[in-house]
């Protein structure tokens, strides 16, 4: 049984030294996916193929927007005067009429997702091949994506362990400076309606 045993951890300890060393022999490299593809001429034939998109949802929400709002202020002005059936009446319109600018903004959002998934699919396969061009060539074990702006997984890499400008030469780009992100604030999202009160 002690044989066993000694001969389990012997293994295990061989196991152990075998894994730390090939450890140290891998490199571990990154790259700012985001900025590469931002140098992508793709990536700009997709923002022009959706912004056509994003401007028809924005101005259709735009007109459902003003629709209830000047329907809105109608019924403000002679909720008190109506017959308590046509105040219900106006009530369920509008409050039908919120459901479809949910509804549309929803889907518009939706769709432009989708959209930009199908657009972009081909150039983050044309992205991850240069990368994966760009390891082996380089003896890479391991490429991690360190995000240019936002959040990341890598809390400290040293640039020389820096491949994206290697990827983009590799993708035949010459980076131009990159522009301010941009804003955050999603334009699709409904203004805050308030339902209207039963009198």
């Given at each position: ?124 396969s044309k992205v991850q091949q240069a990368i ?41 780009i010459t980076p131009v400076p990159s522009v ?15 339902s209207p009160k039963k009198k």
């Amino acid at each position: 049984m002690k044989k066993i045993i000694c001969v389990s951890l012997q293994a295990s300890v061989l196991l152990l030294t075998c894994l730390k060393l090939q450890a140290q022999s891998e490199r571990v490299g990154f790259a700012r996916i985001d900025y590469i593809v931002s140098q992508m001429p793709e990536s700009k034939q997709v923002e022009s193929q959706l912004s056509g998109q994003q401007t028809q949802a924005e101005t259709e929400l735009k007109r459902l927007q003003k629709e209830f709002d000047e329907k809105y202020a109608s019924y403000q002005k002679t909720g008190t005067q109506l017959s308590e059936t046509v105040r219900k009446d106006r009530e369920t319109e509008l409050q039908n009429l919120q459901t479809r600018i949910q509804e549309f903004s929803r889907s518009a959002q939706e769709s432009l997702q989708k959209k930009y998934s199908q657009l972009m699919s081909p150039v983050l396969s044309k992205v991850q091949q240069a990368i994966d061009s760009v390891a082996k060539q380089n003896g890479y074990g391991f490429i991690l994506n360190a995000a240019s702006t936002g959040s990341s997984d890598v809390l400290y890499a040293s640039e020389e362990n820096n491949i994206t400008d290697l990827v983009i030469k590799r993708l035949g780009i010459t980076p131009v400076p990159s522009v301010p992100a941009p804003s955050t604030k999603n334009p699709l999202t409904p203004k805050s309606t308030v339902s209207p009160k039963k009198k």
